[in-house]
């Protein structure tokens, strides 16, 4: 007897089966295609190869290759200067470089020069992942050509004693015995990047990427808040610890990098923590996103968000195969 099913779920007629597998296998075919194509443009494949991104990208580069160079002046002349208060002037200028940094980076690459924002920015769906690769690949690039050009301007006394304004947990100084380890301990630091990295994103990127709150205080005001936050987080961590040694939350994986390359030597010490906690910040502030209320964060037409990605490599609606 001739092996039948049905076509169609409503349907009184019926093919052989041979037929109805060679149209089960095409309709598969064609909703992994789907999928396949649906996937490749929530993760923004196409923008690998776009040279308006890679353009926008040396935005990010030259932007970082800045920052770097002008954080770490004026973390090496803040201490070196002999002032009374040399933790409150150099947040100060901090938060300044920081606005002035952002506003001119903004129209170009969309300002991030600092891959925790670019990862934020990716889990939310304000930009691609692709996107975000190329950004982060960029920004490190960019804090080691900043890293380069401050070596080049400092002698080599001052590239020692203050290890170009690298980020760093410990130093070693000299003792009474012989030479000793200061600094802060790791799980401490860990904590304090994930705290300080969470609080930044909380209460300072958090309008930058809400399009609501973006249109009605605008870029300056933004910029400017994002610098004072950044700016409040260095006092606070170089101040809490009190610990010498301890070049306070880096909060920008970027720049701790850039100085490591081209310093080396203890500034690779528990470098991990740099980059371990502003990812786990980063990733609890995603989390947060999800949880809050929809309405309290407008960004429906977030299409790479990292929760579409998911979907679209684990779809609920398989087709069921008799």
Known sequence: MKKMCMVGAKSNLSRPLHQCKSEQEKFE???RRNDTSKLSEILGLEELFSLNVWRASLGELIGTAIFVFAIDTIVISSYD???KAPKLLMSILIAIIIAI????TNPVSGGHINPIITLAAALIGLISLSRAAIYILAQCAGAVLGALALKAVVNSTIEKT???GGCTLTVIAPGPNGPIVIGLETSQALWLEIICTFVF???SIWMAFDLRQARNLGRVKIFSIIGIVVGLLVFVSTS???AKGYAGAGMNPARCLGPALVRGGHLWNGHWVF???PGIACVAFYLYTKVI???HFHAHEYKHDFLNILKALFPSDRVNRK
């Open 275 to 277: 980059w371990a906690g």
């Open 201 to 203: 994103l909380f209460t």
């Open 240 to 242: 809490v610890t009190a």
């Open 162 to 164: 203050f290890s170009l």
């Open 101 to 104: 940094l952002l506003l001119a």
């Open 293 to 295: 209320p929809p309405q």
């Open 29 to 31: 075919g064609g909703n």
């Open 81 to 83: 200067a002999e002032i």
